[in-house]
């Protein structure tokens, strides 16, 4: 069980790509594309060690996620004011951040499963990927995709819904509330930068 509550919490707290898609890659696709680099890490854990589990998930996550629009949302008015420069390091920092954390929790593979149920329509223009993770001896767990197309660009990933309540944009938000209070878009760069340095060195 706590196995499965890792790979939930991994899901759900963060946030994918090889190389670039094509421009007709429909949301199922990408989040297939997704699934396998993770099953593929998972079950060559320990020989890629944290590092070359980073490099391998590095470009399918940035192919995965609209990662500028997530810590926009995320950074809210703070990312607003920012200057062009605290902007590009709090992004990097952020997808830093968001690839430590999956290539820190793949570390073994335990016959677990991804399955796509289809997708649908979601508010605001959005497109929903129904999915599920599948432990080999619990419950599946349903994992919804928020995805959203990016100017002419394929449809990416903005949020993540566990069991169609939560979201990992709100868990975000809630977690950098107090980081931006106390200084701002810079202070979270930090803070996420030596989260990131933690992860990868094996004490999250």
Not at 116 to 132: F, M, S
Request: aromatic share 6%; with cysteine; glycine share 6%.
């Amino acid at each position: 069980m706590k196995r499965v509550l890792q790979l939930v919490l991994l899901i759900i707290a963060c946030h994918a790509p090889a190389p670039a898609a094509r421009s007709d890659t429909g949301p199922v696709a990408v989040i297939e594309a997704l699934h396998a680099v993770l099953l593929q890490v998972m079950q060559n854990a320990d020989q890629l060690g944290v590092q070359g589990r980073y490099d391998t998930l590095e470009p399918r996550l940035r192919e995965t996620y609209d990662f500028e629009r997530m810590i926009a949302i995320a950074a809210g008015s703070h990312w607003a004011s920012a200057g062009e420069a605290e902007r590009a390091q709090l992004l990097a920092a952020f997808i830093r951040y968001s690839v430590a954390t999956y290539a820190s929790r793949f570390v073994g593979y335990n016959g677990e499963q991804f399955a796509i149920q289809g997708e649908r329509p979601g508010p605001r223009e959005t497109v929903l990927v129904d999915t599920t993770i599948q432990p080999r001896d619990a419950q599946p767990i349903p994992i919804t995709y928020v995805m959203r197309k990016r100017d002419n660009d394929d449809a990416r990933v903005v949020d993540v819904l566990l069991e169609n309540a939560i979201s990992e944009l709100a868990v975000r938000r809630s977690d950098y509330a107090s980081i931006l209070q106390a200084g701002g878009a810079p202070h979270l760069t930090q803070v996420l930068n030596e989260r990131s340095d933690a992860l990868l060195r094996g004490t999250p």
